[in-house]
């Protein structure tokens, strides 16, 4: 089970941060992914991370601002979002992936997912 937290309302150029927490499986073993779907519109990839925070994978629209961070020790990954901007409301899922055979950013590796949270960013 995963168990996203952190979301809400904030104004352009503000900041977010985003927790996840994992139940129910071996978090080490998974890779971590976070996704975001916005009303009428695709689930996209916005940062992934390996099983050992040894490689991560950002979108290209969020580098720089967006961290993502895990802690194997408490089964936490989280989601340090600055500068955030109003086209990046949506709602924001946790996934976990035992394998990126198919591709780390795509929705398809990943087994397990958050209930996902709601990030509004106003203008």
């Known amino acids: 089970q995963l168990v996203e937290s952190g979301g809400g309302l904030v104004q352009a150029g503000g900041s977010l941060r985003l927790s996840c927490e994992a139940s129910?499986?071996?978090?080490?073993?998974?890779?971590m992914g976070w996704f975001r779907q916005a009303p009428g519109k695709e689930r996209e990839f916005v940062v992934v991370?390996?099983?050992?925070?040894?490689?991560?994978y950002y979108a290209d629209s969020v580098k720089g601002r967006f961290t993502i961070s895990r802690d194997n020790a408490k089964n936490t990954v989280s989601l340090q979002m600055n500068s955030l901007k109003p086209e990046e409301t949506a709602v924001y899922y946790c996934a976990a992936s035992r394998s990126w055979a198919v591709g780390a950013t795509s929705p398809r590796a990943y087994g397990y997912w958050g209930q996902g949270t709601q990030v509004t960013v106003s203008s």
């Open positions: 129910g499986l071996t978090f080490s073993n998974y890779h």
């Open positions: 991370m390996s099983w050992s925070g040894s490689t991560t």
